[in-house]
Each structure stands twice: as C-alpha cells, then as structure tokens.
C-alpha cells in the first residue's frame, strides 16, 4: 500500500515552540525502563538525547523531501525516507519499502588472497 504525505514546509519556516517533538521525557523514560529498568537519566542526558533525537529526525525528514522534490513529487512517500535511511545510515526497517530479498554479493578475491590460498594449500599437502 503507498502512503503518501504532503511535504512539510522547511524546519526553518515553522516556530520552534510550535514543533510538537516527536520523543518527549516520558516516551525517552519509557525506553531507558525496556532496556534496564533499574536505569536513571541525568537530566543533562535526557536533553542531549532528546536535542539528538530531534536533529536526526528533521535531518531525515528533510532529506527525504529533497529526495521527493528530486522525483518531481509534490508528497513525501515512505520509499523517499526509506531511501535516506538505507544509504546513508545502512537503516533497513521491515515492511517498509521493497521486500525483495537482496542477494549477498561476495567481495571478489584478490591476486594476494590467491597467492596465500596456493600457499597454504601447498603446506597442507606436505603433511
């Protein structure tokens, strides 16, 4: 099924203070509690993970409108995100994009790789 969303207007334009943010204190809390319920966040850690979260976030988002822009659309689609994450943060997320399986291409062997295969090889006979 595509999903399509009209392309937001650059971060820029909009007010700070209007931006709902996407993580607040509470969600980031709930996080830390799944991987270590015994876990507590200084407040200063709270506010660089959150500032990081929302940097990652508006850098991703707006990529990804310069990707749909670059395509002639006037919407932003999940493959336009998609794209972003997968090449420059080697982020595959399930269900989101193709699901064709992407078959594993095995690095060609170097002249020195042979070389020390034949070696080895060779030592291996003698005994």
């Known amino acids: 099924p595509k999903v399509t969303h009209p392309v937001p207007p650059p971060a820029s334009s909009v007010p700070t203070e209007t931006q709902p ?13 799944e991987v270590d319920p015994t876990e507590q966040l200084d407040d200063e850690v709270e506010e660089a993970l959150l500032a990081i979260a929302d940097d990652f976030i508006e850098s991703s988002v ?11 659309a006037r919407t932003l689609d999940v493959r336009d995100l998609h794209m972003y994450l997968e090449r420059t943060w080697h982020m595959w997320i399930p269900g989101f994009g193709t699901e064709e399986l992407r078959p594993y291409k095995r690095a060609p062997t170097t ?7 034949a070696l080895i090889r060779k030592a291996v006979k003698k005994y």
């Open 62 to 72: 707006n990529a990804a409108c310069r990707l749909a822009k670059h395509r002639g």
């Open 111 to 117: 002249e020195a790789h042979k070389q020390r295969m």
């Open 21 to 33: 943010a996407v993580i607040n204190r509470s969600r980031l809390g709930e996080l830390v509690r």
